[in-house]
């Protein structure tokens, strides 16, 4: 707005005795600001509790005023662990992975057939999708699984059911891309082993179920990506490109759908910094919006950059 200044920080939320992390704000249809994040018990992520809160009043300096709040608990039926068992099958892998695979995918299709270890332990890192359907996608992974899952609202967030998860070597915290057609298209942190690439999955059901995921060309070092299609239908990605360490942070620019990324800025590249976690907002005034975290000297802030579709084209960089 303007404004060279934040207001002085405030406490969103808090649950007693426990960490809180993950935060992920969104505003729905109805202009409701929603606040999901995880409550991780016993210090595991696996036992992590998705909880939400939502205000209808917070535009104020500030805490908002909450005005409901609950867990978000998912239940993944008996089909979760036949579809992690069909999708590691169908995976085209070579060595060393096609040794490894086999022993590793059964030990998921084993935890998977708990009732308990598939209702647990979700958890956010990128905001939510609203597709024209008016249904909601929150994208979900866990660190126990190693693999991701949408929580699917097609009441305004009255109700969540569970997609089948996007299965593969380790893809974790998706973001969503819409193609034209109403295709979805999930990037994912690389959590497996190496090739270190960004891992790609494609759903045809507004996000229901997903095709295994699969390696790009495009390296990640493990870390977290965003992307966000534009309301012009180009698609933007920022992320980690390198397959070790954190420390750049590219922006890409797609006009064919993610099928190619023809042209790139990087908002930071040293190796004496550590960029990570971003994420990535089109304004009102079509202006692109990251936030990441930046580590240097030991100083870790959050930084906020502000550009247009222009400034990536820019020959000169």
């Known amino acids: 707005n303007g404004q060279s200044a934040w207001d002085p920080p405030f406490t969103l939320a808090d649950t007693p005795n426990l960490p809180d992390c993950n935060p992920v704000l969104f505003i729905d ?6 606040l999901f994040r995880i409550a991780v018990i016993a210090n595991e992520w696996q036992h992590s509790l998705l909880r939400t809160l939502i205000s209808t009043d917070y535009q104020k300096s500030g805490p908002p005023t909450w005005t409901w709040q609950d867990a978000l608990i998912l239940t ?13 099958q169908s995976l085209n892998l070579s060595e060393p992975a096609a040794n490894y695979v086999p022993k590793y995918s059964e030990a998921l299709v084993t935890a998977a057939s708990d009732k308990l270890k598939r209702q647990t332990g979700w958890m956010t890192r990128i905001r939510p999708r609203v597709l024209d359907s008016g249904r909601i996608l929150l994208p979900l992974y866990s660190d126990g699984f190693k693999l991701s899952l949408m929580a699917l609202s097609d009441d305004g967030g009255e109700t969540w059911r569970p997609s089948l998860p996007i299965v593969g070597l380790g893809p974790i915290q998706p973001a969503v891309a819409i193609k034209k057609d109403g295709t979805l298209v999930a990037y994912l942190r690389d959590s497996g082993p190496a090739p270190k690439r960004i ?50 942070l590219r922006v890409a620019l797609s006009e064919d759908e993610g099928a190619t990324w023809k042209w790139e800025r990087y908002l930071g590249d040293s190796e004496k ?21 930046h580590t240097q000297d030991n100083k870790k802030s959050i930084r906020h950059d502000t550009f247009n579709e222009d400034w990536i084209r820019e020959e000169d960089k």
């Open 29 to 34: 249809p109805k202009e409701r600001l929603w």
């Open 76 to 88: 993944p039926g008996e089909e979760f662990p036949e579809t992690i068992k069909q999708a590691f």
């Open 199 to 248: 891992l790609r999955a494609e759903s045809k059901d507004q996000g229901m179920t997903w095709s295994p995921a699969i390696d790009t060309e495009i390296p990640n070092p493990g870390s977290s990506v965003d992307v966000l299609t534009l309301r012009n239908g180009r698609w933007v990605m920022v992320h980690n490109n390198a397959e070790e360490k954190r420390y750049n």
């Open 273 to 293: 910094e550590w960029f990570a976690y971003p994420c990535i907002l089109e304004g009102a005034d079509g202006r692109i919006h990251v936030s990441y975290s």
